[in-house]
């Protein structure tokens, strides 16, 4: 039985289809209801950042990048949880500063109950 607050849903946004179908099937095993987008873009235009409790996106994507997207789903929706997950080994492991605000940043390969313990810590803490 997971351990975070009943009838979460949580959004991925990630361009690599591989991930964002790995992403859905770890996130729904854990029994978080999941929206998956492949760009920024779309999420946006789905109009459901008023029904998500938490979001995890890519950063390099094409088009609207990952922090162009943390920057207007904050904008949106203040305080939404938001981890972000990134290929590149250039950037610092645990967390990332975007804005005024630090983000947890898991690199790939993440592991998935490492993963599942953030969003179910990101669900408890959600202002």
């Known amino acids: 039985m997971s351990q975070h607050p009943p009838g979460a849903i949580i959004a991925v946004v990630d361009d690599d289809e591989r991930i964002l179908g790995s992403l859905g099937i770890l996130l729904e095993s854990d029994d978080h209801s999941v929206r998956l987008f492949a760009t920024g873009a779309a999420l946006l235009e789905s109009h459901c950042l008023t029904e998500i409790n938490c979001l995890i996106s890519d950063i390099a994507m094409p088009g609207m990048n ?31 500063q975007v804005g005024a605000r630090r983000y947890r940043l898991f690199k790939k390969p993440f592991d998935g109950p490492e993963l599942l313990q953030a969003v179910t810590q990101a669900l408890r803490t959600a202002t």
Do not use: M
């Open 66 to 96: 990952g922090f162009e997207l943390v920057q207007r789903v904050q904008a949106a929706r203040p305080g939404l949880p938001i981890i972000l997950i990134t290929g590149h080994s250039d950037l610092p492991n645990g967390s990332i």
